[in-house]
């Protein structure tokens, strides 16, 4: 009796391996040569637009927001937001704008960045800027990351940034408190 209870489950799984055997494998639905093109060039970018110069800073503590700065132009067509971006490495990204009035220098989240043919989106300092949050498996000096700027439309663009220090230079974020 307990022979036949290994026996049977064995006999199934060797009609169920020798069935497979005379079958057409099934058509591949792309080559791999497409497959690795889809994922090396990430979103579609929309006709019309273009990301250029796009860097991000690291902060100069350990635990401090960086800071993505880019242009985002467009060639034709009706005006276009900006309302997410994420950048690899980094858990949370928030699109701010900085200002300066009177003397004073604020920083606030916003939450679209409009973008037309008549007038790119300058992402930089002194003005709209992307702040990036807790870090994961930060980038470092001299790497390239992706940027991917979403649309209000569901529309997506990719971008890669060359990844720099926080350096000396006045970024535009001098005196501001960065939570």
Avoid: W
């Amino acid at each position: 009796m307990r022979l036949h209870r290994l026996v049977l489950p064995s006999i199934m799984v060797a009609t169920l391996a020798l069935g497979g055997c005379g079958q057409k494998a099934a058509e591949p639905s792309a080559t791999a040569t497409e497959t690795a093109d889809a994922l090396s060039t990430g979103p579609t970018a929309p006709a019309g637009l273009l990301v250029d110069d796009a860097t991000v800073k690291l902060p100069a503590v350990a635990g401090n927001p960086g800071v993505a700065y880019f242009t985002l132009s467009q060639s034709s067509g009706p005006a276009q937001k900006v309302v997410a971006v994420h950048v690899d490495g980094f858990e949370r990204a928030e699109i701010h704008e900085s200002r300066t009035e009177g003397g004073v220098s604020t920083m606030a989240k916003v939450d679209s960045v409009t973008v037309s043919p008549d007038k790119p989106a300058e992402f930089k300092p002194g003005g709209f800027h992307v702040m990036l949050f807790d870090a994961k498996n930060a980038p470092k000096v001299g790497d390239t990351v992706e940027i991917t700027l979403t649309l209000d439309n569901g529309d997506k663009i990719s971008a890669s940034a060359k990844v720099e220090g926080a350096g000396g230079g006045d970024d535009g974020m001098a005196g501001m408190d960065h939570m």
